[in-house]
């Protein structure tokens, strides 16, 4: 029962370089959320996805894209990083749009030189 | 606006000793609260949530809190603490009245709970 995936764990990245990451769940969740955490400011909202085919922004989405490729999968691009998305991202999915439990991938570390 | 506060950074306490974890929130209609534990390198995972009901909501690992309305409080509790319990735990509040609300987390409290 894998629950949420994300990968990679780990990413180092120069500024300006892009990359992907990337979630899935197999929980047959409608909804879907990408979080960055840093320390002392809990967790914050990037971008969400209330069900197949819809997206929006969360509280912290500049620099930021995501795209909703079906209903497990969940992907966020940072275009053009910059030393300020150094952080720890984490994926989570729920049944419906921030009810009932969330649950959490384990995490990509990423570091922006 | 909704928000919530955690105001310990840190919490140490000795194993075998109550432990409290402090929540207050900010909402203009009902909230809905939840906690959350992250353990080392992992994601978080749910402990409990209240929605409506009973003020003290039991959860998961024998942790329970206790909603207080005119308190505006959700303060998590354990009655004895267990060196497993050493993590970082969130609180986190929706505010069921205003539509389109997201779930907003606190900064997080560090427990570190010595042998």
């Known amino acids: 029962n894998a629950g949420v995936t994300q990968t990679p764990k780990f990413q180092v990245l120069k500024t300006g370089q892009s990359m992907t990451l990337q979630c899935a769940q197999d929980m047959n969740h409608n909804s879907m959320y990408w979080y960055r955490q840093d320390p002392g400011m809990g967790l914050r909202l990037i971008y969400y996805?209330?069900?197949?085919?819809?997206?929006d922004k969360g509280e912290v989405p500049n620099g930021y894209n995501v795209s909703r490729l079906n209903k497990r999968e969940f992907s966020l691009r940072l275009e053009s990083a910059a030393p300020s998305q150094t952080s720890v991202y984490f994926c989570a999915s729920s049944i419906g749009l921030f009810t009932g439990e969330l649950f959490f991938g384990e995490g990509s570390r990423l570091t922006v030189l | 606006a909704q928000s919530v506060a955690q105001p310990e950074d840190q919490v140490n306490v000795a194993e075998g000793n109550p432990l409290t974890v402090k929540c207050t929130y900010s909402v203009s209609g009902n909230p809905y609260l939840f906690w959350y534990v992250q353990y080392p390198n992992r994601g978080l995972q749910f402990l409990l949530k209240?929605?409506?009901?009973?003020?003290l909501v039991k959860g998961s690992y024998g942790f329970e809190a206790e909603f207080n309305k005119s308190q505006t409080s959700f303060h998590l509790k354990k009655p004895s603490a267990l060196v497993s319990d050493s993590a970082l735990y969130f609180c986190a509040v929706r505010d069921l009245k205003a539509a389109g609300n997201k779930l907003t987390f606190g900064g997080g409290t560090r427990v570190l709970v010595k042998p």
């Open positions: 996805s209330a069900s197949e085919g819809t997206t």
């Open positions: 209240y929605i409506t009901g009973d003020n």
